[in-house]
């Protein structure tokens, strides 16, 4: 017998065994989700410490958090930040909160949830998105084509602001990836990320550039 067919045989013999679904547990097996949360971070149980433990990840990250007082707040602060960037163009999407957003900064708006020309995208000078969840366990930032109207706001454009509300803060990955399920199962996006931070790589000689691969800043506004 040639190695050929003995590398093809182990693989028949392994097809033949059943397997479970990902994610899915096991019978007299813990679910994998509760595997996970022995090896992962420790998360607190009360919206307070999860929202502190979003914002010191964050800030460890080189993100911007701010946690507003409720939704009137955010259009002054928007107003306030592209005032001190300059701000001349921003792409959004028509979201609830998202398009709230675009209209009080009463600049020209590129929407990216209909057709769009790609350099006039890349000409933006931020991108402004809604999200699936802010992860408290890692500052991570959940986005889907969904959620942030298409692939492409929240990645082109060199300052990425994502508006969420508080009710969106997770605890922890596992919670992450059983809300995408619960979210858009069987029909998921086509784009799915955790953003965990501006852009940035390490690669010449372990130097930290921001904004390598995408958004050179990232500033979330939750209230």
């Given amino acids: 017998?040639?190695?050929?067919?003995?590398?093809?045989?182990?693989?028949?013999?392994?097809?033949?065994?059943?397997?479970?679904?990902?994610?899915?547990?096991?019978?007299?097996?813990?679910?994998?989700?509760?595997?996970?949360?022995?090896w992962l971070p420790a998360v607190g149980e009360s919206f307070d410490e999860q929202i502190a433990l979003f914002r010191a990840n964050a800030k460890d990250l080189k993100a911007d958090f701010h946690l507003?007082?409720?939704?009137?707040d955010l259009a002054p602060r928007l107003r306030q930040l592209s005032q001190a960037?300059?701000?001349?163009?921003?792409?959004?999407?028509?979201?609830e909160l998202s398009r709230v957003a675009c209209d009080a900064l009463n600049l020209p708006v590129l929407f990216t949830d209909q057709s769009?020309?790609?350099?006039?995208?890349?000409?933006?000078d931020v991108g402004i998105t809604e999200c699936d969840a802010l992860i408290a366990q890692t500052g991570s930032v959940l986005v889907t084509s969904r959620s942030a109207g298409g692939?492409?706001?929240?990645?082109?454009?060199?300052?990425?602001?994502?508006?969420?509300?508080?009710?969106?803060?997770?605890?922890?990955?596992?919670a992450a990836f059983d809300l995408v399920k619960r979210k858009y199962q069987p029909n998921y996006p086509s784009f799915i990320s955790l953003i965990t931070g501006p852009s940035r790589t390490g690669d010449i000689?372990?130097?930290?550039?921001?904004?390598?691969?995408?958004?050179?800043?990232?500033?979330?506004?939750?209230f």
């Avoid at 492409?152 to 997770?170: F, G, K, T």
Wanted: charged fraction near 25%; proline fraction near 11%; include cysteine.
């Fill in 85 to 95: 960037e300059g701000w001349k163009r921003v792409a959004g999407h028509r979201g």
């Fill in 205 to 222: 000689e372990r130097i930290l550039v921001l904004g390598a691969h995408g958004p050179k800043k990232l500033t979330v506004f939750c």
């Fill in 68 to 72: 507003l007082a409720n939704h009137d």
């Fill in 1 to 38: 017998m040639s190695d050929r067919e003995k590398i093809l045989g182990r693989i028949r013999e392994a097809l033949a065994v059943p397997a479970p679904p990902p994610g899915h547990a096991q019978e007299g097996r813990e679910h994998p989700a509760s595997q996970a949360r022995r």
């Fill in 151 to 174: 692939r492409a706001a929240s990645v082109l454009p060199p300052h990425h602001v994502v508006i969420a509300c508080r009710d969106q803060l997770l605890p922890d990955l596992p």
């Fill in 116 to 124: 769009y020309d790609p350099p006039a995208l890349e000409a933006c």
